[in-house]
């Protein structure tokens, strides 16, 4: 039998809902937002957080912004029960921020769950039991009515301890776990059962958490389930309506999503999306696709490195380094085209204008990234890429014709290598390739990579102009020996060449030329430079040559030198 049979399979039922409102809807503020690091991504770790791992969390999601942190489950954890105990004596929740825990809906443990939250200014108590066909029938062995009578016992436990407790302002929410593999009839009936009890209020409100325990359904059939259960719900404006998607289908964010679209009012989730099975929804993603939309999430993710820091020392999970808006790669191009393109956006950006990069949703400096990360260069990386890296870390702008050539030469490295290039490797690679050849040694900028005696090398020149034509004699050396030249042109470099041709008796072209001053230095200091880019064709082969120097017109003699010394044809011709 073939054990890999989708047979096996029943799809998810749509919910018959033509009139349906949230295709139409958008998002346009910040949820009402609720952390459950500490209480379902606790759950869910192989090393439940030790105390001074919660107080650290704890610390982390108060200063990221949450108003209310579920902080445990105390009925059922000493560890919990004896952290908010820490967090109340310590006097260490701040005056805008609730905490909330969770019980079942069992009597002993709701009294347990009052005793841990003695004294507490405003606290959530949040109550839950499973309600889908499929826990009705095989775990708890009830029908509908069983299974209310268990919420609406609990609701009533619930009320009576909060009045004997009333120094505490509560709050109280009601979960239909397994609100997704629930009738949704059922789910309003149970709800309506549990706010019966409670009868809220619009100023006293009571949290509904619709929680998608699994994920069973496309989002866009969430959303179906929370409209429908917002339009079928009683006392809708005394509920805050809430969602707490899991992400067994890997769409946990997009179906809270569709949900805000849906009527929901707040969202659980946790930081980076840790959590039961393939976790709970990540509320870094889901409030930075609101921040890249121009909404205030009204969560700060701006020290995203330390976020990611604590939560991987709290969890003892590792950070995928593509994890949306928190990876180590999330803001970094390989690719050629995409770090040409990020380049030629970066370069025209005007500071204050609204974000407008490819391949970038949004500017990694909101997250304390730098944009030195944003390329980095392998094999896969193209022409933009390189002469970015080389540009910001070197302040060397190639000239395209170069960017073609030299990009070639990377790629080979980096195939050979097998690994990413550095931005050192690359300028060691250009220096080796181009920069190494054409001083005199003693005046070389690259004085051991000049120490050879087989390449030409400027030793000494000469110009004088009259009547609009420059005239030049030029020494080159060779193997200690010094070679003259004497030329003629329209302009020192045209001279040059004419002294290169008449001796080598070569057709010297030069194709191509540029030439800047440096501006950002790394290898030389603050000393200012500048630096000449020449491509020549000698007898048709294109040939291209560099060289830097404090005087411009020293860098581009040397720069047409490093030409010849890189050109098959000339050799030692020029000896002869
Ligand atoms: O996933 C879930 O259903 C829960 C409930 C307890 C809200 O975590
Ligand atoms: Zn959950």
């Not at 500490?38 to 969390?57: C, F, S, V, W, Y």
């Amino acid at each position: 039998m073939n054990t890999f049979e989708h047979k096996k399979y029943r799809a998810f039922p749509p919910v018959s809902m033509p009139q349906r409102k949230w295709p139409d809807e958008q998002i346009t503020k910040a949820p009402l937002w609720c952390s459950v690091d500490l209480r379902d991504g606790n759950q869910a770790l192989i090393e439940p957080m030790t105390p001074a791992q919660k107080h650290k969390m704890f610390m982390l999601l108060v200063r990221v912004g949450f108003k209310e942190i579920e902080v445990g489950f105390p009925a059922a954890s000493v560890t919990d029960f004896d952290f908010v105990r820490y967090l109340l004596d310590n006097d260490l929740i701040p005056p805008d921020v609730t905490i909330q825990v969770l019980t079942p809906a069992r009597e002993d443990m709701i009294a347990k769950t009052f005793e841990a939250l003695k004294g507490a200014r405003r606290a959530i108590v949040h109550l839950y039991n499973s309600t889908s066909t499929v826990q009705r029938k095989h775990v708890f062995n009830l029908g509908r009515a069983g299974i209310t009578d268990l919420a609406v016992n609990a609701a009533r436990t619930i009320q009576s301890l909060a009045n004997g407790q009333p120094q505490t302002e509560w709050v109280f929410e009601y979960s239909p776990e397994s609100f997704t593999g629930t009738e949704l009839d059922f789910a309003v009936e149970i709800c309506d059962a549990v706010t019966g009890v409670w009868k809220p209020n619009e100023t006293h409100p009571v949290i509904i958490n619709l929680p998608a325990t699994v994920e069973m359904s496309t989002p866009n059939i969430f959303a179906d389930q929370v409209e429908w259960f917002c339009a079928h719900i009683q006392k809708r404006d005394a509920i805050i309506v809430s969602v707490h998607t899991h992400n067994d289908r890997g769409c946990a964010v997009a179906a809270a999503e569709l949900a805000l679209m849906a009527g929901a009012d707040r969202v659980e989730g946790t930081l980076m999306g840790n959590g039961e099975r393939t976790g709970n929804m990540d509320v870094i993603t889901m409030g930075m696709n609101m921040y890249s939309q121009g909404i205030d999430p009204e969560l700060d993710f701006s020290l995203m490195d330390e976020i990611v820091k604590t939560v991987q020392d709290c969890t003892q999970l590792s950070v995928h380094p593509r994890h949306p808006y928190a990876g180590e790669l999330v803001f970094t191009a390989f690719s050629g085209s995409h770090q040409d393109a990020i380049n030629k956006c970066l370069a025209v950006r005007e500071e204050g204008s609204p974000w407008d990069v490819a391949y970038l949703p949004i500017d990694p400096a909101d997250l304390g990234r730098s944009y030195q990360e944003v390329i980095r260069i392998n094999s896969q990386s193209g022409k933009g890429g390189i002469a970015y890296v080389l540009a910001r870390e070197y302040g060397i702008q190639l000239p395209r014709w170069l960017q073609i050539e030299f990009s070639s030469k990377v790629q080979k490295q980096a195939e050979q290598t097998e690994s990413e290039m550095s931005g050192e490797m690359i300028w060691n690679l250009f220096k080796k390739e181009y920069l190494a050849t054409g001083f005199s040694a003693t005046e070389s900028h690259f004085g051991e990579a000049n120490a050879g005696g087989d390449q030409y090398r400027l030793n000494h020149y000469n110009i004088r102009r009259q009547d609009g034509v420059d005239s030049i004699s030029a020494g080159l050396e060779w193997n200690e020996k010094v070679i003259d030249l004497e030329g003629q042109g329209k302009g020192v470099i045209e001279a040059f060449v004419h002294a290169l041709s008449l001796r080598s008796g070569l057709s010297i072209i030069v194709v191509d030329y540029n030439e800047h001053a440096i501006s950002a230095e790394k290898d030389q200091g603050a000393k200012a430079e500048a630096i000449a880019f020449v491509q020549l064709n000698i007898n048709g082969e294109r040939i291209s040559g560099v060289a830097r120097s404090v005087d411009i017109i020293e860098a581009s003699l040397a720069a047409i030198i490093s030409g010849v010394n890189r050109s098959t044809k000339l050799g030692q011709l020029l000896v002869a």
